[in-house]
């Protein structure tokens, strides 16, 4: 391996890469960074650790605080009751199933029958409703009533619905956060969970996402420069206490995830053009999530420290609402995501076209995309080529994941398109198909739920558990030497 | 009932754009990687609601953009079936006019008695809520000429034998709106995420 090694650079060459000492005015310069954080550009606007009633941490962003979805039994009866063909039998015993208390692990086990349950909420029975959102009836979302907001006016005009940046630039264009803003674990202090996902999975290997600007006047100033983004397959170097180490040396690939754009400098400030594409890895905490963002009328805006050392930035465009969609629900089992983390996917599948507001398509008179910012911090690093040109890396095990993965995301947005229901492809672990099969085997009402509440079926030798053994339609590895489950 | 009608159309690649515009020079191996291109396969049945026969649909344009839309029809089935005929129909008539939501305007009378919605005590936002598109009835039961009106804000029940209806007509005033759309006010409707709920399960009555 090239990587995970500290150059043998001479004092020179460091200050040209890292500007520590810049040089003069007019000289070539280049300045490498590793991404470190990697978030949704969302502006928090409560006060940590302050609830009011049922609501946690209101604020000027959310009044009623982060979405708090299926939290209650009364919340649960609500939505479950949306569904005309229930029964109040069927409703009853998904909130108390029968003979719970018989069950050692019951509290997993009746999240995993709320799940099940919360994965068919359509028009009729059969129906899987993560794949097919639009045949369920909207839940409703709390979104973003505040009128600041970061990002970018990505279509030039000052709109009524437009935000108003924290430094009082008029016209900011981030529906997303709109849409987005108050869901659970999306909001928070720098503390959202899933930001904190994201973090933890960029250092600890998922992916890795390094910019190099470069230029031949004065890096903090400079008006002709160049920015590149990319994905580099080396993995972030943390330091003893868990940061960034800095000064390692990262490959940036000039794939499908790679841009290079044009840029001014003006003390320390980075601002990009705005180019028709801009490729850059997604946000991702695991693998299936992971490919090209790609931001339509795209932009990029660096502050980088005096020192050279680090920065902080904004990436911003028009992302494809069914890509935003699909990435954020299907990448494991949307039913317990929503249980667990008290979002609710139809209602954000909702809010998302509801919020749609740019890559219009004339022939259909439909907005494709939903304006966003992504909000980054970076690390000095050293962004060199690749001696050769290489893919992504994939694991194997990855490979039938994402193919998985890429499958029920093509059948959704298929299904959002032709109106046609979509099955779950096999692979996948929608209405926790086969794990309540596992898991429900000591409960006395099993039979009920078994038999009532949907699921995917396939035939035998079709379905896949969490390891990727062949299945028949019960749940039961057809190779009766191997143990079913996960990994 | 729903009916499907085959059509043999492949549609356009969605999701990511086909070609890709960089902005300084061309971009090794870029390629476009956003969502899968994934069209109806030729040969897909798209869902399609028949066409209504002559005399069930009207439509009459008010002042503005409001409109006024009746069902009728002699063969009654659910009051639920065909006051959601009605709602797709307006779905339908919002996105003719090239419009994306409409307000569903209340016919509320003196002495009504059902409570006007409100926005969301918990703040969420919708694109539609099924539950407040309360059209108003007349009918003709049991062979009596006479039309009988009957208002869902009345507090009055549903006619209590719904198989002697003879003939009925239900109406809703709407009004079109085009841009953002309110997604606080109880009485706002998505056209588009109302007509993809509604396609797979309505038909015009007879």
Redesign the interface.
Known sequence: MMLKRRLMICGAAVALSTGVAAPAAAEPWVRGYVVNTYAYAFRYGGRPGFTRGSEIEPGVD???GRS?HFTTDAQLRIALGRQKWRSQQEIDWIIAPPGLDQVRERQGLRFDILSRAVSYRA?KRGIATYVNP??????????V?SRIGEGFNLDGKVGA?DFVSPAGEMGIDNALYRAWG?DAPWRGDGNAEFDLRVRDSMRFGLFTMVLRISGNQDPMNDSDA?VEIGYSPDKIVKDARGGIAADYSYRIL?????????AKIINGVVE??Q???L?APRIAWVFSQN????F?KGKIRLKIAPDGLSGTGLIGGY??W??LY?EASLWNNAGQQDIGRHQDHV?LY??L???A?GMYEE?S??Y?GISTAYRITMSAAFVVEADE?MNIPIHAYDLWRKKAF?AI???T??G??????QDVPPGNFEAVYPRLERTIKDLPSKDFFLKTLDRPHYPDGVGMDEAGNLIDDQGNCIDKTVVCGPP | MNRNLGIGLTLAALGAAASVSFAVDAQPGAAPTSAPANPAQAGDVLPMVPLAKPGVVTVQKRDGDRFHLVVAGHKFNTRAEIEKYLAYRAAELTLEQKASWFTFIEARSKGDTAPEPRSDPTGRRYSFRMDYFRPAWRYKAGGAPAWVSWSPFSGAAFIADPKGITDFEVSADIVLHKGAMDGADPLAFEAQAVADLLINQVSPPE
């Open positions: 959310c009044p009623h708090s028009y639009w045949a369920a009836e909207d839940p409703g979302q709390p979104e009533t619905r108050c160049i000039k794939n499908a995830q790679y841009t290079k754009l044009r990009t053009e180019v028709e594409h490729h490919g090209d963002a790609n339509s992302r494809n069914r890509d699909a209602a909702f809010a076209r509801r919020n507001d022939k008179g439909k494709n040109p890429e995301k093509a059948n947005i298929r959002i398109e032709t109106r046609i229901p």
